[in-house]
């Protein structure tokens, strides 16, 4: 499968913001979904994951309660919904996927390029 992600940009803090991730070349309905984020000199960190179904989501404890992660399997598209954001939140967002998979997973067999959010202060 193969994802693009999109929708990074620069907001003020406490604005919001949604990244989409389009995927082709497989079955998208058959793959759990993820969102990872990586600032600069720090390593990635898992943000948020839905199930195949959309029926379960997990979240990073730093996001919780601000961001939404939910999908679209008609428009083989995953979404994360960013509001309240904080500088902290400064980074590059990936989305993954990998079949089958709870969204309490961090492994993921396929990754998108990322796309930059960045939050001003």
């Known amino acids: 499968v193969q994802l693009q992600a999109s929708g990074g940009g620069l907001v003020q803090a406490g604005g919001s913001l949604r990244l989409s991730c389009a995927a082709s070349?497989?079955?998208?309905?058959?793959?759990?979904m993820g969102w990872f984020r990586q600032a600069p000199g720090k390593e990635r960190e898992f943000v948020a994951g839905?199930?195949?179904?959309?029926?379960?989501?997990y979240y990073a404890d730093s996001v919780k309660g601000r961001f939404t992660i939910s999908r679209d399997n008609a428009k083989n598209t995953v979404y994360l919904q960013m509001n309240s954001l904080k500088p902290e939140d400064t980074a590059n967002y990936y989305c993954?996927?990998?079949?089958?998979?709870?969204?309490?997973?961090?492994?993921?067999?396929?990754w998108g390029q990322g796309t930059q959010v960045t939050v001003s202060s």
């Open positions: 993954a996927a990998r079949e089958f998979v709870m969204p309490t997973t961090t492994f993921y067999d396929f």
């Open positions: 070349g497989r079955t998208f309905s058959r793959y759990g």
């Open positions: 839905i199930s195949w179904r959309g029926s379960s989501t």
